[in-house]
């Protein structure tokens, strides 16, 4: 691990990397558990090492994609397994995350009545006991997807324009943006996806317009933080123009 984290240039760390944690399931049913079991190993335990890895290479913003509204379709057993265990995790970590500095946030659809109620109320009372901290924000996106995301942004967008308070020539990039989920959230800098897919999945699609993408095959449950410095090492070795020229 040292050996990785010696290659890392700490002055020039991207300020936000996100997450498809995908796998789960086929690494269970390679091992002949349940997926459910793929969900707890990947939930409970690569999560929390990814996190701790995340805050010993200095990273700020760190977000997870883990649930999105097209997860909806998946067996109703899987659904409820990671409903009800998210409420546990949450009960665990939260101690955790404000002992450790790191500001819980949740972006995705809260209004969705298939959301638990206890699961949002969970999410928004670790939102209020970690909002002071300050070293790494991360961000869980549950019940997420970028073209909801947008919708619902738009949706704010032309109830103002009903109430006469904005004009529709005043509609703008910057206006979209600030009704997103998160809009004071940068930008992702990186996007990885674990198992090896090679696709973004509905994912920051607003956010991640420029983003760096990684896509790797191991798959989540056996991802750690070594994986993760991995993954901003090869960030380090790419060059951004964001449409310009070297």
Not at 15 to 24: K, R
Not at 219 to 239: H, K, S, V
Request: negative net charge.
């Amino acid at each position: 691990m040292t050996d990785v984290l010696a290659r890392i240039d700490r002055d020039r760390l991207p300020q936000h990397v996100a997450i498809i944690m995908d796998g789960n399931g086929r690494w269970a049913s390679a091992r002949g558990l349940p997926r459910t079991e793929g969900h707890r190993v990947g939930i409970g335990e690569s999560v929390a090492d990814v996190v701790d890895g995340a805050l010993e290479v200095g990273l700020r913003y760190l977000t997870l994609y883990a649930f999105s509204t097209e997860n909806w379709k998946r067996p109703q057993a899987e659904v409820d397994f990671l409903m009800s265990y998210n409420q546990e995790w949450l009960i665990q970590q939260r101690d955790g995350f404000k002992a450790k500095g790191v500001r819980f946030g949740f972006i995705g659809r809260r209004s969705d009545p298939r959301v638990p109620q206890r699961l949002l109320t969970l999410a928004e009372e670790t939102e209020e006991m970690t909002a002071a901290c300050d070293r790494l924000t991360l961000t869980i996106a549950l019940n997420y997807g970028g073209w909801a995301e947008v919708v619902d942004s738009v949706r704010a967008l032309t109830a103002l324009v009903q109430e006469g308070e904005l004009q529709p020539d005043e509609i703008n990039a910057e206006k979209i943006r600030s009704h997103l989920y998160a809009p004071e959230l940068p930008d992702p800098d990186l996007i990885v996806r674990t198992s090896g897919e090679k696709r973004i999945s509905n994912f920051l699609l607003w956010q991640g317009a420029y983003a760096e993408l990684l896509f790797t095959d191991v798959l989540w449950p056996d991802f750690r933080r070594e994986q993760l410095w991995e993954a901003i090492a090869e960030y380090q070795r790419r060059t951004r123009t964001f449409g310009g020229v070297e």
